[in-house]
């Protein structure tokens, strides 16, 4: 069965660092993944998503993240880091199947 | 396009009563997903239809949920009775489903906050 992992349910960084969010995802069939993002009292926003082709996929709000099947990771990065980014951000993995299974979550806080 | 919507946005209900919430998707789109959210257990995919029937209703946690889904533009999730174990926020999706397999994004409604006192 399917399953994503996020490393780590919050993630602090300061303002114009890096942001990297950590992402893996267990599949016999190579995944589609996404990344969404979570503002408070909002839905989940799509940031990302990956399918086939090239495995950099940039996404809104200067957001990246890259396949890697050989570490079945898609981790999500950012060079630098605003205020506006603090949210929840979650994986998600889909078969063919258009359900996604997702991770539990990456709560980002940026500091100022 | 409005994207997903949901009604109510609040619901405050007594434990033991009945609560409807309802969900219009994004024109065009054939696949529908009810979600449930809380704390304790993350986001937990309750049901989802494709063109309208339900396709895989596993997460649905008991008989007092229910899911209908009676044209492509409106689906309910009921709860009957309810109980205060149910407050969470509850997302409706939808997507593009193609059965060349190709998978679309799912795009989320702002949710609803079911609160059972």
């Known amino acids: 069965a399917q399953s994503v992992t996020q490393l780590g349910s919050h993630v602090s960084v300061s303002e114009g660092a890096l942001v990297l969010l950590r992402c893996n995802y267990s599949s016999s069939v190579p995944p589609y993944l996404f990344w969404y993002v979570q503002y408070p009292n909002q839905g989940l926003q799509l940031l990302l998503k990956?399918?086939?082709?090239?495995?950099l996929v940039k996404g809104i709000n200067g957001f990246e993240a890259e396949f890697k099947k050989s570490e079945t990771s898609f981790h999500l990065t950012k060079p630098s880091a605003h205020m506006s980014d603090a949210a929840e951000y979650f994986c998600?993995?889909?078969?063919?199947?258009?359900?996604?299974?997702f991770g539990q979550g990456t709560t980002l806080q940026v500091k100022p | 396009d409005a994207g997903v919507i949901q009604s109510p946005r609040h619901e405050v209900t007594e434990m033991g009563q009945e609560v409807t919430l309802r969900c219009k998707p994004i024109s065009g789109h054939n696949s529908l997903f009810w979600y449930r959210q809380t704390m304790m257990r993350g986001l937990e995919l309750l049901i989802y239809?494709?063109?309208?029937?339900?396709?895989?209703d596993s997460g649905m946690p008991e008989d007092r949920f229910s899911a209908k889904m009676p044209n492509a533009s409106f689906s309910t999730l009921k709860i009957q009775p309810s109980e205060p174990r149910d407050s969470a926020v509850y997302f409706c999706?939808?997507?593009?489903?193609?059965?060349?397999?190709?998978?679309?994004?799912?795009?989320f409604g702002p949710g609803t906050r079911l609160t059972v006192t």
């Open positions: 239809f494709n063109n309208n029937v339900p396709i895989d």
């Open positions: 990956y399918t086939t082709g090239a495995t």
């Open positions: 999706a939808s997507s593009l489903a193609s059965w060349t397999g190709t998978v679309y994004e799912q795009y």
């Open positions: 998600a993995a889909s078969g063919n199947t258009g359900k996604l299974i």
